[in-house]
């Protein structure tokens, strides 16, 4: 989505810094627009650095493109944090005399405004009756908080948190999609011990788990993440306020998370690589060749998470009207071949939507792009889709929301 962030002259704009961040992360494609007042707090290098877009304040800089009013029509939604007192009373007015004024002007997308400023000017009644107009106009509010201020005093005018602004943000955004939605994912690949230094385990990096996280959270999702040996720089992607992480280790482990994530789920999604198989026992000491403990290790078959889930659901454990949706990698590079497996693994587990992509050398594991195919109702292909693990998992999430 196209987010506008008007910056104007307060101290609070270091704080702002944050809530881009928390943007971009979450696949936003961020434009700064700070007033002249703004740049006194923040610099533009700082702006351009975190948004990874030109910054300017002036109606007339690339003016061929009519850039003030083209950030506006363009974006999906504006955020002016903070806003200060004389920033509010100017967008009352529908001043125009910069980038940030044009811009709030020429905009149809939802405007969401932090203010941020002293209690005795917040309580003002100039500035509560430009509050009150701007709310009527349909402006949504975020604080301000009550709490200690520049000045060392303390009231309501402190700037609400950027998590805070984030998440209020993300509903605006996502209204009518996933919003509301409780859903379960687990990503990435279990590790059965063999012995204290070793394990079996397999490629899943957990990016395609990761990323369908982070756009159901977009999309306004409250997300439970069962993360299974995922690398912190993959999960940074998913790292929102609504997204909670479970981080897990074992298929026992992985499927004690998923059962209490998925019991009052809307939509739980079983992307993770998870062993089929464990050792017996895990050695509780370094196993040695003289010892002979590695030539043969003996195996017992963990439970099938996804299919349990299945049956916890037609049991009636699970919250009404739930989706279930597995993912397979298979080797098979004949597709009708592949199709028709996924086919008969998305019958015997019980689920309802199947995703099924090819995994060599080419496809598949530790790549940042992704191919799949989706198995749905009767074995028809309901959706494909190519291109990065994000992308794809967009169109899962369009996939699952049509099937519901
Ligand atoms: N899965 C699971 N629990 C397991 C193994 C797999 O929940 N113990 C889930 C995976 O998260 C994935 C789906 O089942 O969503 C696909 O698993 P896969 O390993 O392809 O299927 P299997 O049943 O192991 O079939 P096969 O070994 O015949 O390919």
Redo the contacts with the bound molecule.
């Keep these: 989505m196209n987010i506008v962030v008007g910056v104007t002259g307060g101290i609070a704009a270091y704080k702002t810094v944050h809530l881009v961040r928390l943007l971009t992360k979450a696949g936003h494609e961020v434009t700064v627009v700070p007033t002249e007042d703004a740049l006194r707090f923040v610099g533009t290098p700082t702006w351009e650095a975190i948004s990874r877009h030109p910054v300017t304040t002036s109606v007339h800089e690339d003016v061929a493109k009519v850039r003030h009013v083209a950030l506006g029509q363009n974006a999906d939604l504006v955020i002016v944090a903070p806003a200060t007192a004389n920033s509010i009373a100017a967008m009352t007015a529908g001043l125009a005399g910069d980038l940030l004024g044009t811009t709030l002007l020429a905009t149809m997308a939802p405007v969401l405004i932090a203010p941020a400023m002293h209690t005795e000017m917040w309580r003002h009644p100039a500035t509560q009756a430009n509050i009150a107009t701007l709310q009527s106009r349909g402006v949504h509010l975020v604080g301000p908080a009550e709490g200690e201020l520049a000045g060392g005093d303390s009231g309501p005018g402190r700037m609400a948190e950027p998590e805070e602004i984030f998440v209020r943000a993300t509903a605006l955004l996502s209204a009518g999609d996933l919003d509301g939605l409780r859903v379960a994912i687990?990503a990435g690949g279990?590790r059965e011990p063999i012995d204290p230094v070793r394990f079996l385990g397999n490629r899943s990096s957990g990016r395609q788990g990761v990323a369908l996280a982070a756009e159901a959270a977009a999309r306004g999702a409250t997300v439970t993440l069962v993360a299974a040996h995922v690398d912190a720089a993959v999960l940074a992607a998913a790292q929102q306020p609504s997204v909670r992480v479970v981080p897990v280790g074992t298929?026992r482990e992985?499927?004690a998370a998923?059962k209490d994530a998925a019991a009052d789920a809307d939509v739980v999604?079983?992307?993770?690589?998870?062993?089929?198989y464990r050792p017996v026992e895990a050695a509780d000491h370094k196993l040695t060749k003289a010892e002979g403990g590695l030539g043969r290790i003996e195996l017992v078959?963990?439970?099938?998470?996804?299919?349990?889930?299945a049956t916890a659901r037609a049991e009636g454990r699970a919250a009404a009207g739930q989706t279930i949706?597995?993912?397979?990698?298979?080797t098979l590079t004949n597709a009708e071949e592949r199709r028709e497996?996924a086919r008969g693994?998305r019958e015997?587990?019980g689920?309802d939507l199947?995703?099924v992509n090819l995994a060599d050398a080419e496809h598949g594991f530790e790549r940042p792009d992704n191919e799949i195919e989706v198995i749905g109702g009767g074995g028809a292909v309901i959706a494909t889709a190519s291109g990065t693990k994000r992308q794809v998992a967009r169109a899962l999430w369009d996939a699952v929301l049509a099937s519901r």
């Design positions: 687990s279990t298929a992985l499927s998923m999604i079983m992307a993770a690589a998870v062993a089929d078959e963990n439970e099938d998470v996804v299919a349990a889930l949706v597995a993912f397979a990698a298979e497996r693994k015997r587990k689920v199947l995703a």
